[in-house]
T-cell receptor, first 114, second 111 residues
Framework: NAGVTQTPKFQVLKTGQSMTLQCAQD?????MSWYRQDPGMGLRLIHY???????DQGEVPNGYNVSRSTTEDFPLRLLSAAPSQTSVYFC?????????????FGNGTRLTVT | SQQGEEDPQALSIQEGENATMNCSYK?????LQWYRQNSGRGLVHLIL?????REKHSGRLRVTLDTSKKSSSLLITASRAADTASYFC???????????FGTGTRLTIIP
C-alpha cells in the first residue's frame, strides 16, 4: 500500500522559477488537498478537490495553481516562486466528498526558495 | 486564519504520566479530528469526534468535545517515549469541504 506519495522530497528554487509538486494516491479517494506548514502557523489549506475535474481555493491560494484530471493525481504548480513560498508542503486525501473520514497525508515536500 | 488553537503550545512529562492537551475553536463545527505528527513526517489521523458526540476512546486516547464551550481535549494515558510528537486538532463545518488545523501542541515524553 503506497497511500499518498509526494515527489520530490526536497527542492531548492531560485526566485521566479516555476515547478510542480507531484501528489498521487492509490486509495481511490475522491477528496484531495494541499497544505503548507510553516513554523508557528500550523497547516494552512492551499487548494482542494472533491473529485476529478473539480478544484477550489483554500485559505492561502495565491501563487499556486492546481488541476485534477484524474482521481489519482493532484499536482500543485508554483508559477513564479517567491521566498515567501519557502515551506513544507503536504498533500492529503480522504474517502468520499464530505469530510466525515480522516485525511491520509503524504510525507511532505520541503521547498526552499532563494 | 486558524480555526483551532491548541493549549499548551508545548508540554513535557515523564514517561508513564498522562498528557492532556486542549483545542478551542471559533465557529460551529461538523466534526473535530486529532492528528499526530512525528518530526519530519506527515500527519497521522488519531480520532474523529462528531458534533453530536461528547466523548470517544481509542486505545490509550480519550477525546472529549464540549460544543457549548467550543473546545475539545485529548488525553493520552500511560505515556510512552513513542508518543513524543506534535498533536493537532482540525475542524470542518457543515457544507464546507475544508478541514482547518490548529497550530499544534508539541509533546515531549521524558524516559
Amino acid at each position: 500500500n503506497a497511500g499518498v506519495t509526494q515527489t520530490p522530497k526536497f527542492q531548492v528554487l531560485k526566485t521566479g522559477q516555476s515547478m510542480t509538486l507531484q501528489c498521487a494516491q492509490d486509495m481511490n479517494h475522491e477528496y484531495m488537498s494541499w497544505y503548507r506548514q510553516d513554523p508557528g502557523m500550523g497547516l494552512r489549506l492551499i487548494h482542494y478537490s472533491v473529485g476529478a475535474g473539480i478544484t477550489d481555493q483554500g485559505e492561502v491560494p495565491n501563487g499556486y495553481n492546481v488541476s485534477r484530471s484524474t482521481t489519482e493525481d493532484f499536482p500543485l504548480r508554483l508559477l513564479s516562486a517567491a521566498p515567501s513560498q519557502t515551506s513544507v508542503y503536504f498533500c492529503a486525501s480522504s474517502y468520499g466528498q464530505l469530510l466525515n473520514s480522516p485525511l491520509h497525508f503524504g510525507n511532505g515536500t520541503r521547498l526552499t526558495v532563494t | 486564519s486558524q480555526q483551532g488553537e491548541e493549549d499548551p503550545q508545548a508540554l513535557s512529562i515523564q514517561e508513564g504520566e498522562n498528557a492532556t492537551m486542549n483545542c478551542s475553536y471559533k465557529t460551529s463545527i461538523n466534526n473535530l479530528q486529532w492528528y499526530r505528527q512525528n518530526s519530519g513526517r506527515g500527519l497521522v489521523h488519531l480520532i474523529l469526534i462528531r458534533s453530536n458526540e461528547r466523548e470517544k476512546h481509542s486505545g490509550r486516547l480519550r477525546v472529549t468535545l464540549d460544543t457549548s464551550k467550543k473546545s475539545s481535549s485529548l488525553l493520552i494515558t500511560a505515556s510512552r517515549a513513542a508518543d513524543t510528537a506534535s498533536y493537532f486538532c482540525a475542524t470542518d463545518s457543515f457544507g464546507n469541504e475544508k478541514l482547518t488545523f490548529g497550530t499544534g501542541t508539541r509533546l515531549t515524553i521524558i524516559p
